[in-house]
């Protein structure tokens, strides 16, 4: 199997990058967190994107959407990567929308995902209730009520749910905190009674909340997929969204190292450019191979998704992992290279850092990946 790109996700990456240089280049994260800008995006500009057919990547077109597939879901994300573009991609289209995809109901999905593909509605998926990721610890509890359900308990990270209109709360209907079975997904409106949101400010500038729910009333027709059986639709939901920011990681990965090369070339000491120097073009060496296994094994996951294959899991962790220690040292290795100005908030090399620190830990570290793997192949 080739890993390179079509003609036509060749044209799509194109078309992408020049999109986002002109709309939301790094100032435009910069502007949103300067200006403590209440959402954190444009919401006019995700309507844009929604108009070239973003949101509804990879929805059929009965809701609206364009029908592709992951591996062009994850060239938007690379792109938006190399802009640290703070775009609902990730939350309301992989996260929430494909939760929806994988386990809501036909009613349920022709509810909501037209205005998903249309830039209208935003999603969230509230399952987060440690520091790390750890997608079965769940002590917030749906309990019988009524004809329906009582939902209790508080979520952090939950990302874009300071704007959501539809959450998916991960809500625990039997068993222990850390068991499998016993969760149950449940599609809420944001502005019910007995949910309370507070946005977070994340060391990335990007965009999150601590939610609360207490006694929230829900009918069982809000139950997302089976009762007891949300980890069967979180565990894809959960690969999918691993790889696609794998994406977004590689595309940190390889702006940083591009900008890194620039400053080496261009930057002069002892009558020289710095990048003549051996020990730095080693340095750069190294981390031009690693970005070069890592876009290998991001498409291959990414690709895994799209033909449904049984090793998704197996190529999504080997994916997370590499990629995770790929875009570490890529930005510790741009900011030391930059020298002194790579220190300053004015120098954006550090921002990439943030956003690198942040993706690596979200759904599941590099040492989280490479024990999956180990497991999955029975070590
Ligand atoms: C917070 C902070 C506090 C500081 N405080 C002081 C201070 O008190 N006193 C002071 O004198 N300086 C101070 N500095 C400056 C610091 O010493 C310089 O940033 C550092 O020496 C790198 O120099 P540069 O920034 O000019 O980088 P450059 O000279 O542009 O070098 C960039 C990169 O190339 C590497 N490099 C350069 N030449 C070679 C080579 N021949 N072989 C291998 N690698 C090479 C450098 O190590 C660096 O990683 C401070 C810097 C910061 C960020």
Redesign the pocket.
Known sequence: MALVLTEEQELLKQSASEFLNDKSPVTHLREMRDTEDAVGFSRALWREMAELGWPGIIFSEEYGGAEMGYAELGILLEESGRRLSPYPLLSTVVLGGGALMEGGSEEQRAKVLPGVCRGETLLALAFQESGRFDPYFTECTASASGSGYSISGDKIFVLDGHVADQLIVVARTAGEVNDRDGLTLFLVASDFEGVSISRTVMVDSRNAANISFRNLQVEAAQVLGKVDAGADILDVVFDRAAAVLCAEMLGISCEVFERTIEHLKT?Q?FGVP?GS?Q??KHRAAEMFCEIELSKSVVLDALRAIDEGRPDVSRVVSAAKARVSDTVGLVTREGI??????G?TDEEEVGLFLKRAKAAELMFGDASFHRNRFASLLGF
Do not use: A, C
């Open positions: 930057r000491q710095i120097f020990g730095l030391q290279m930059h020298g002194g100005i220190m």
